[in-house]
Each structure stands twice: as structure tokens, then as C-alpha cells.
């Protein structure tokens, strides 16, 4: 590992405390060195506040350093105006004589004129270091900018006979999960935007979709609803927090309650990822049955998916989804329960 990519990765691990609130800016960090000593860090906290250069910059007890120092920076400093000023203005006026760059911003307003202006500023500027771990470190930014859409995590449990649940029209779900992986989903849900689940789970599980296991806010609840035939004492309609219901029937509003119309003579999720896009929700996991989540996989509209592998045999019920062959696929280890991890 060369130095710059020692300082790069140490940007990425700090840009990663950014990821509940960050959004819909993108997770970004930055660190300052001086003759190979760290005098400096900061990540973007969150949106509206100070980018990762700024704090890293006023974390520095001693400015006068600033002029024999390189600012490591996981993604490319800003060059426009936006709720803060650019970032590469700030870095020109501190003196800073070396940039080096994990990745360029992709987003229009920046893509390259950052860089390019440091370097019209006779500032010396590396890019490309750690180039695809800082491009995945964004790439929740990059889909939602370049598709229009959110980032979207589909998430089940499954039997080790490859069931979510058993046959039923009322009663409790069987739980395939343990309380660790219990848990786990509730940091899922802490690090995403919004929830969605469809008619049948909310009628039988009555889930809040809440993060009551972590700490975080709540994400935004979406149900579908095509006729309004889910009874009002669920929990999903206890007004705590936002939800969207989708619908195809006309109704007013109430308190941290929407009713979007959409039409369910045609696919209806590219009607829903349009409604997250101009409400600027960034991230979408997916927690429905085994419909809903195969229609986002057939439609290929997914980034990522956990399958938890519980060792309990159901030997019949509901089958859970069918992943396409040749996904990719890493395996992790929670509370002895094996996750499988899809990526597009």
C-alpha cells in the first residue's frame, strides 16, 4: 500500500459515519497531512453542514501547517455554490500546495472542474487513488443522479429449505431471523431513507418499520394499497411517524399520512421510484413478500440484496424469491446465521 492510499482508505473509513444522514449529499471525507503526521480530519456529518474539507481544515490547531500540507480527499472538492461555499475555493485560499483525489464527482455541477480549477490555482493534484472504493463509497449519489431513481436493498429471510414463511391468512410470522440479525435489520433501516412493503405483509405481519433496535431516525414507511382495504388500527397508520400510501383511489392527507394515486394499469414501481425521486429520498429498502420483492428483481431494479440463511426447516409455505444466475455473491456471518450478498 503507497502513502497516498494509506491516507485514502482512513478518508473512506471516516466518509462512512456520514451514511444515515449525510444524504442526499454524498459520504465524503478528508485528511490533512503534514511531513507524514495526520493534523487534520473531518467527513461530511450531514446535509446543510460543513463538507468533509471544511471540518478537516478547522480541526487543525495550527493553520500555518496548512501551507506544507497535502489534503487527502475520498471525492472530488466542489467548485460551486450550493448550501455551502465550494470547497476548492477554501483549500486555494488556505495555501494548500497538494490535492489528491479519490474519485471525480460525477454530478454535473462538479465532474472535473473542481480538480481543474485547483490545478489553475498551480496546486498540485493526484486523482484516481483507491479510485473504485471511493466510486463505491458514493454509489448510492451516483444511482440516484444517474438513474433518477433511489439506491434500492430487496431483504428477506429464508428457511434453510428456501421458504420465508408458512402458508397462512392470519397469525404471527415464523421468525427465521435471531435477535442479533434482528438487529442488524433495524441498522438497515436506520441506513436507508425509506421502507416499503406491500398489502399482504402489512395485513399479516402489522409491521411498524420503525428502528426501534437502533439508533437513527425512522425511514420514510411506504405501503402499497391498490383499493384502501388495510383497517386503520395497523401500525403503519399510527401517525408517528411519515408514510406514503400508494393507491389507486382518491383520499385526503392526514397527519404523517400521504395518499399518492397512481395507476395500477401499468408496472406501478417505476410510478413509485419517481415519486421517491422527486421527494429526494436517495435510498429504498425493500422488505415485502416474495411478490413484491420478485417483481423489483425481474424488473431489475435492485443494487443490492441480503438473504438471510436460517437453519430451520419449514418444508412448506411461501416461496422466497428467485435470484437470477450469475449475481454476484459474497457470504457474511451473523449470530451463526449465514447472509448471502447480491450485487449488481
Known amino acids: 500500500m503507497t502513502t497516498d492510499e ?108 473542481g480538480i481543474q480549477k485547483l490545478r489553475n490555482a498551480g496546486i498540485d493534484v493526484t486523482v484516481g487513488v483507491l479510485e473504485e472504493e471511493c466510486k463505491n463509497l458514493i454509489k448510492r449519489f451516483v444511482t440516484f443522479n444517474t438513474q433518477k431513481r433511489p439506491y434500492i436493498t430487496l431483504k428477506w429471510a429464508e428457511s434453510a429449505d428456501g421458504f420465508i414463511d408458512i402458508k397462512r391468512e392470519n397469525g404471527s410470522p415464523v421468525v427465521l431471523s435471531t435477535p442479533i440479525t434482528s438487529m442488524y435489520v433495524h441498522k438497515q433501516r436506520a441506513e436507508h431513507k425509506a421502507i416499503l412493503v406491500g398489502r399482504r405483509t402489512a395485513l399479516l405481519d402489522n409491521p411498524s418499520l420503525t428502528t426501534r433496535n437502533w439508533y437513527g431516525a425512522n425511514p420514510l414507511r411506504l405501503v402499497i394499497d391498490r383499493t384502501l382495504l388495510l383497517p386503520s388500527h395497523l401500525k403503519l397508520f399510527d401517525h408517528s411517524t411519515p408514510t406514503l400510501v400508494f393507491t389507486e383511489k382518491e383520499k385526503a392527507n392526514e397527519a404523517n399520512l400521504d395518499y399518492i394515486t ?19 429520498i436517495q435510498s429504498l429498502l425493500v422488505e415485502g413478500g416474495t411478490t413484491l420483492l420478485q417483481s423489483f428483481i425481474d424488473s431489475e431494479l435492485w443494487d443490492d440484496i441480503y438473504v438471510e440463511h436460517s437453519e430451520k426447516i419449514l418444508n412448506d409455505g411461501v416461496k422466497s424469491p428467485t435470484i437470477p444466475i450469475g449475481i454476484r455473491k459474497q457470504y457474511e456471518s451473523r449470530d451463526k446465521i449465514y447472509v448471502s450478498h447480491y450485487t449488481r
Not at 450531514?46 to 501547517?65: F, M, P, Q, Y
Open 262 to 280: 397512481i395507476d395500477f394499469s401499468k408496472d406501478i414501481l417505476p410510478q413509485i421510484l419517481t415519486v421517491l425521486y422527486e421527494r429526494k
Open 6 to 113: 494509506k491516507y485514502i482508505r482512513r478518508c473512506i473509513e471516516l466518509a462512512s459515519n456520514g451514511l444515515c444522514n449525510a444524504a442526499p449529499n454524498p459520504m465524503v471525507g478528508a485528511v490533512i497531512v503534514h511531513n507524514g503526521r495526520i493534523i487534520g480530519e473531518g467527513y461530511h456529518a450531514r446535509c446543510g453542514e460543513g463538507h468533509a474539507e471544511v471540518n478537516a481544515i478547522r480541526s487543525v490547531k495550527d493553520e500555518s501547517l496548512l501551507k506544507e500540507s497535502t489534503i487527502y480527499v475520498s471525492l472530488e472538492p466542489c467548485s460551486h455554490y450550493g448550501k455551502t461555499p465550494p470547497c476548492a475555493d477554501l483549500i486555494i485560499s488556505k495555501g494548500i500546495p497538494r490535492v489528491v483525489v479519490g474519485c471525480i464527482d460525477p454530478f454535473s455541477q462538479v465532474s472535473g472542474r
